[in-house]
């Protein structure tokens, strides 16, 4: 009788769904494992980002990256629940990468990569990066200054050999050309590599939004949700305030610079992330292909002649900290309407000793602060007290 009472008792228990997780597991691996448990209750939903995806399963998701580089074939990672079964790779894509999450140490092979790691908390999972020497975030020049940090180099002259000895579960890597990025030689050594094209997204939140890639593979989703949400929404206070301007009251604004070393001015078209952010904060970018998801270059007279009149000019140049500079560089600059009235701004107030500049590391990741930076400078009415993170104004001299 007791053994006919236990048996109807456990035969009950087994047609009980399983019970639920309210989040992520983050630390550590599933114990008990049961089939029907979706052990990711803390989901992303891609918003703005273009070249990633991700679909959900019980205790795996698949994560898909597109557009790497030209020419790139779609690239699947299968992130896999530690402590459930893998799925087969015979129903997957050929090349899919498979990996435990939440996942170990990593390796970064870009500056972009560390503000994501800062802000969701997981520097301590850091290993290695490509080099410090243009690094800016703060905590990650302290752990190289004292040791805590490898460095492994660039592209197909990474060094496998101390990637290996340091046993990553993940580096983070990105594309170019494979006959000389570092990813075909980590994927031939057997290294789990995952690519960030988030330098070929079109949009300044597309870009952003990357942080939910970083924080897939730490099971990190309801972090990185706060945390772009919030991006979301300064980015959106900025574009409003800038909205209000009227037309007329819109500055020209003229980019970049024509280096003696160089043979073209590259003007962004007005479809790239940089000029949205230049139309979000209320400017209007000269020169702009209309349409255009692309740079185009043009020679200086074709530049002379559109942009002389120009109200600011974003020189965006290295090594430019004064009108002398750029003087230095080409005398016809003085010519613009712009240098002779002081409108000349660089990117370059945030720079480490060796010039490593952090409009393209943090600005990257939050570019809420560059439009915020670039309406200061537009319409410095509607932010008189702002506190520039990453533009200056060129002294004279």
């Not at 992520?24 to 273009?50: H, M, R, S, W």
């Not at 850091?126 to 040791?147: C, H, K, N, Q, R």
């Not at 939004?209 to 900025?238: C, G, H, P, S």
């Amino acid at each position: 009788m007791k053994s006919t009472l236990l048996a109807i008792i456990v035969l009950l228990a087994s047609l009980l769904p399983a019970a639920a997780l309210d989040a992520n597991l983050t630390d550590g691996c599933v114990e008990d494992y049961a089939a029907d448990v979706d052990y990711f209750p803390q989901k992303i939903e891609v918003a703005d980002a273009a070249k990633f995806k991700v679909e959900y399963f019980n205790n795996y998701k698949l994560v898909s990256v597109a557009d790497a580089f030209d020419g790139a074939s779609d690239f699947h990672y299968a992130l896999v629940q530690c402590g459930t079964p893998a799925p087969s790779p015979a129903d997957f894509a050929e090349g899919t990468q498979f990996i435990e999450v939440p996942t170990g140490d990593l390796i970064t092979l870009s500056t972009t990569q560390l503000p994501a790691l800062s802000q969701l908390g997981l520097l301590d999972r850091l290993a290695g990066v490509d080099s410090g020497f243009y690094i800016s975030t703060p905590e990650v020049i302290a752990m190289i200054a004292d040791g805590d940090l490898a460095e492994v180099g660039f592209g197909n002259q990474v060094n496998i050999e101390l990637v290996l000895e340091l046993e990553p579960q993940l580096v983070m890597s990105y594309g170019f050309n494979p006959a000389s990025d570092a990813h075909p030689v980590l994927l031939e050594a057997g290294i789990f590599t995952a690519l960030d094209a988030s330098w070929r997204e079109l949009s300044p939140l597309g870009r952003a939004e990357w942080i939910k890639f970083t924080a897939l593979f730490y099971n990190e989703e309801e972090r990185a949700n706060e945390i772009y949400t919030d991006i979301v929404a300064q980015y959106q206070a900025v574009k409003d305030s800038a909205a209000a301007v009227r037309t007329e009251d819109r500055p020209t604004v003229l980019i970049n610079s024509f280096l003696g070393y160089a043979d073209a001015w590259f003007i962004p078209g007005e479809d790239t992330y940089v000029g949205q952010l230049i139309r979000d904060a209320g400017g209007d970018l000269l020169l702009a292909q209309a349409g255009s998801e692309s740079s185009q270059g043009l020679g200086f007279e074709a530049v002379y002649e559109g942009g002389l009149d120009a109200d600011i000019w974003l020189v965006e140049t290295f090594g430019v900290y004064s009108g002398a500079d750029l003087l230095a560089l080409d005398s016809r600059f003085g010519d613009f309407a712009a240098f002779q009235s002081g409108e000349l701004w660089n990117n370059n107030r945030d720079e480490n000793a060796n010039g490593g500049n952090n409009y393209y590391e943090w600005g990257v990741t939050n570019p809420h602060l560059v439009l915020a930076d670039l309406l200061a400078i537009f319409h410095p009415e509607l932010k008189p007290d702002h506190e520039f993170a990453f533009y200056q104004q060129l002294a004279s001299e």
